[in-house]
C-alpha cells in the first residue's frame, strides 16, 4: 500500500522542480521549518529528490518503512562516534525520537534543540556537527 502511493507522489518529486517539490511538503513543515526555507534550500532538496527518485522510489520506500520495522540491529551495539540532532519542531520526526536514539545509543552526543525542525536544523548540525566530527577523527 505504501509503494503505490510513493510511486504516485515520485513523479512530482522527481521533478528538479523547487516549487513542486516544495508544494509535495503540505502540512509538514513547522513555522521554523518554512522560515528555513530559503531559495537556494529549495533548489537543493529538488536536486537530492531528482536524483533519489531517478531509478525507483526504492530508497524512500527503505526509509520510510524504517519508521515500523526492526533495523537488523539492536542501537545498544553502536561503538562508533554517534550524533543526533533533533528539533522539537519536526513535523516529519516525532521528536520522541530522538529523545529515544538518545538515550539508547552508548556516549552518543545528543543535540535535542527546542525550536528546530527537521531543516532548520540542518544549519546548525552542518556546522556545529561538522566540527564536532572532525574533532571525533
Known amino acids: 500500500m505504501l509503494r503505490p502511493a ?4 515520485a513523479p512530482a518529486m522527481a ?13 509538514l513543515l513547522s513555522a521554523a521549518d518554512e522560515a528555513a526555507l530559503t531559495d537556494e534550500l529549495s533548489q ?26 526492526p533495523w537488523g540491529f539492536n542501537v545498544a551495539d553502536i ?12 513535523w516529519m520526526v516525532p521528536f520522541t525520537h530522538g529523545e ?18 527537521h531543516l532548520s536544523i540542518m544549519d546548525k ?3 556545529t556537527g561538522l566540527d564536532e566530527l572532525l574533532k571525533t577523527l
Open 6 to 9: 510513493l510511486e504516485e507522489a
Open 15 to 27: 521533478t528538479n522542480d523547487p516549487a513542486t517539490v516544495i508544494a509535495g511538503f503540505a502540512g
Open 44 to 69: 537543493d532538496i529538488a536536486a537530492i529528490f531528482a536524483e533519489a527518485l531517478d531509478t525507483s522510489v526504492d530508497g524512500w520506500l527503505d526509509d520510510d518503512l524504517a519508521f515500523v520495522k
Open 79 to 90: 561503538a562508533v562516534p554517534t550524533f543526533i540532532w533533533q528539533g522539537t519542531e519536526d
Open 100 to 117: 529515544w536514539l538518545a538515550a539508547h545509543v552508548p556516549n552518543a552526543v545528543a543535540h535535542l534543540e527546542t525550536g528546530d525542525g
Open 125 to 127: 548540525a552542518y556546522t
